[in-house]
């Protein structure tokens, strides 16, 4: 059994990050629905090096997480590489030009959906509103995001519920201050 404060302490690290990527993953589906951006165009190289920034900062939220998790150590240690490795595959070949590696990014997001559920037992013991809030909008997020491809004006799903993660996120963060 690991010292509960340095778990916490991890614990409270890779949140903060998650947050952060949070609030960029917003930034960017917002940017798109007012249609400042077309999705296409995010796989160019100015856009592409905003999507390696978020998978650095996934990198190192894995990091913070192993060290953080208790419970759910062991499975999140295989399929968060697992879902890391894709999203950065995936955003490489969209940046060369094939279509397909934003399925391979959107299958990334449902590995960490898989992921958040393992997840959910380490953070119930903190909030279960935070855990609560945080799998409702991951699941409107990652099961919605393939709309927006059919049809732009559906891109207010994953807007809502990358908005509740994050916000869940935030109060599980919070939650590992008391």
Same mark, same amino acid.
Request: net charge positive; hydrophobic share 60%; charged share 10%.
């Given at each position: ?73 062991? /499975?999140?240690? *295989?399929? %968060? #590489? $697992?879902?890391?490795? &894709?999203?950065?595959?995936?955003? @490489?070949?969209? =940046? ?55 049809? /732009?004006?559906? *891109?207010? %799903? #994953? $807007?809502?519920?990358? &908005?509740?993660?994050?916000?869940? @996120?935030?109060? =599980? ?6």
């Amino acid at each position: 059994m690991q010292d509960i404060s340095l778990l916490k302490i991890n614990l409270r690290k890779a949140l903060f990050i998650s947050v952060i990527a949070a609030a960029i993953i917003e930034a960017i589906l917002l940017v798109i629905a007012f249609n400042i951006l077309n999705y296409v165009n995010l796989f160019t190289l100015p856009y592409a090096i905003i999507l390696f920034f978020l998978t650095f900062l996934a990198i190192l939220a894995y990091n913070f997480f192993i060290k953080g998790l208790n419970h759910s150590r062991r /499975i999140a240690t *295989i399929l %968060i #590489p $697992i879902g890391i490795s &894709l999203a950065l595959i995936g955003v @490489l070949l969209s =940046l060369l030009g094939l279509s397909y590696g934003i399925f391979l990014l959107m299958f990334a997001y449902l590995i960490e959906l898989i992921t958040g559920y393992f997840m959910r037992v380490d953070f119930n013991l903190y909030s279960s509103k935070g855990t609560k809030i945080f799998l409702t909008g991951l699941i409107i997020f990652v099961l919605s995001l393939p709309l927006f491809l059919y049809n /732009i004006y559906l *891109i207010i %799903i #994953p $807007i809502f519920g990358n &908005l509740l993660k994050g916000a869940g @996120l935030f109060i =599980l963060y919070k939650s590992l201050f008391s």
